[in-house]
C-alpha cells in the first residue's frame, strides 16, 4: 500500500505489551465496582460479564443498560491504578510513532482521562493528533461500525488511505469493511497466515508497521 495518510491505535495491549499486568489490574477492579457497587455476586461476574460483553460490547454498556450505572464513576473507579506498577517509558514506542507516516490517533473504549495518563506514562503523548475515547461516542464502544464512520468523518480520513492496529479481531473488523488495512497484534501468535486469509494481517510487535509503507 502507499504510506497511510493516518493511523488508528487501540490503547491497552497494543501500545504497551499486555503481559505487563495492567489491564489484569483493570480487570480486577472491574470486578470490585461490580461486587460493591452493583451487588453482583461473586459467582456470577464471569457470566455476567461475558454477557454483557457479548450483548453490549463492554461491561460498562451492560452495567448502564441493567443497573443504571453512572459511566464516569465506573471508569474512574476501574481505572484509579498505579500506573508506575505496571508501565515505564518507552522511548522506543516513541521512535517508532516518530517513523510512522502520518497522523496518528488513540480509538479506545477506555476513558479519556485513563489513556491520557498512560501515554504520558509511556512518554509518547506527543505523537497523537487525538484520542478518540468512550466518552467522545456517547460511551458507545468498539465495535459499533457507527463509531467508525463518525470517526472518520471528523478526521476527514478517507478509508483507503487509513490503518487501525488493534489486539482484539473483533474491534478491526469494521474498518476492515470500511477499506481501512488492519492489523492485529498478537504477540503469541506465531503461526503464519494460510493463503488467501482475508482477515488482518498479523504482527508480533509495532515495529513490524514499519514495513507496511
Ligand atoms: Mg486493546
Given amino acids: 500500500m502507499k504510506p497511510p495518510e493516518y493511523f488508528l491505535f487501540d490503547l491497552d495491549n497494543t501500545l504497551y505489551d499486555r503481559r505487563c499486568g495492567l489491564f489484569a489490574a483493570v480487570d480486577a477492579r472491574i470486578n470490585r465496582y461490580l461486587e460493591e457497587f452493583v451487588g453482583i455476586p461473586t459467582a456470577e461476574l464471569d457470566w455476567r460479564r461475558r454477557a454483557y460483553w457479548q450483548a453490549h460490547g463492554t461491561t460498562l454498556n451492560g452495567l448502564m443498560i441493567h443497573h443504571g450505572v453512572e459511566p464516569l464513576h465506573y471508569l474512574d473507579y476501574v481505572h484509579d491504578v498505579d500506573l508506575s506498577l505496571y508501565l515505564a517509558a518507552d522511548p ?8 510512522l507516516p502520518g497522523k496518528k490517533y488513540i480509538f479506545s473504549n477506555a476513558s479519556r482521562k485513563h489513556c491520557r495518563r498512560v ?3 509511556l512518554g509518547v503523548a506527543e505523537f497523537f493528533a487525538g484520542c478518540f475515547t468512550i466518552e467522545y461516542f456517547s460511551f458507545r464502544p468498539k465495535p459499533d ?5 463518525e470517526l472518520l468523518a471528523e478526521i476527514g480520513g478517507r478509508p483507503a488511505a ?4 488493534d489486539d482484539l479481531p473483533v474491534n478491526l473488523e469494521p474498518a476492515a469493511a470500511l477499506g481501512l488495512t488492519t492489523f492485529l ?8 497466515q494460510p493463503a488467501g486469509f482475508s482477515g488482518p494481517r498479523r504482527i508480533s510487535q509495532l515495529a513490524e508497521l514499519l514495513e507496511i509503507g
Fill in 145 to 149: 461500525p457507527a463509531i467508525y464512520r
Fill in 119 to 121: 501515554l504520558e506514562r
Fill in 185 to 192: 497484534l498478537a504477540p503469541e501468535a506465531a503461526a503464519p
Fill in 162 to 165: 487509513g490503518v487501525m492496529v
Fill in 92 to 99: 522506543e514506542l516513541g521512535r517508532l510513532l516518530a517513523r
